[in-house]
C-alpha cells in the first residue's frame, strides 16, 4: 500500500512558481507511475501531468505544456510538479497519485488507485 502526501502548496502572484512535491512511503516508489492531477471548485479532477516508472518518459495537459515539468527522485521516493507562468486559471487543489505498480502512466484518474490528500494551489491576478 502506498502513502502519498503533497507539499509545496500555497498563494502565489500570477507569473509566479511554485514547486510541488509528492512523498511516498510503503511500497517499491519506483514500481508505480505517477501522475499529477487538479481539482477547480464546481470542475471535475483533470489530469495536469504524469512520468514514467523510471522518469524516462512525461505527459502533460496542453494547459501545462511549456510551463510545467514533472520529474521524479526514486532514491528520495519522491516525485515533483515544476510550475512556471501561473495563472489564475492554475487556481486548484493539486493531487499525486500513483499507478498500481508496474503499470504505465495514464491520463484517467480511475487507473490510479493511490491518492495523496491534496495541496491547495491559489494564484492571484
Known amino acids: 500500500q502506498v502513502q502519498l502526501v503533497e507539499s509545496g502548496g500555497g498563494l502565489v502572484q500570477a507569473g509566479g512558481s511554485l514547486r510541488l512535491s509528492c512523498a511516498a512511503s510503503?511500497?517499491?516508489?519506483?514500481?508505480?507511475?505517477m501522475g499529477w492531477f487538479r481539482q477547480a471548485p464546481g470542475k471535475e479532477r483533470e489530469f495536469v501531468a504524469a512520468?514514467?516508472?523510471?522518469?524516462?518518459?512525461?505527459d502533460y495537459a496542453d494547459s501545462g505544456k511549456g510551463r510545467f515539468t514533472c520529474s521524479r527522485d526514486n532514491a528520495k521516493n519522491t516525485v515533483f510538479l515544476q510550475m512556471n507562468s501561473l495563472n489564475p486559471e492554475d487556481t486548484a487543489v493539486y493531487y499525486c497519485?500513483?499507478?498500481?505498480?508496474?503499470?504505465?502512466?495514464?491520463?484517467?484518474?480511475?487507473?490510479?488507485?493511490?491518492w495523496g490528500q491534496g495541496t491547495q494551489v491559489t494564484v492571484s491576478s
Open positions: 497519485a500513483a499507478s498500481a505498480p508496474y503499470y504505465g502512466f495514464s491520463t484517467a484518474p480511475h487507473l490510479y488507485p493511490y
Open positions: 512520468i514514467s516508472r523510471r522518469g524516462g518518459s512525461t
Open positions: 510503503g511500497g517499491t516508489f519506483s514500481s508505480h507511475a
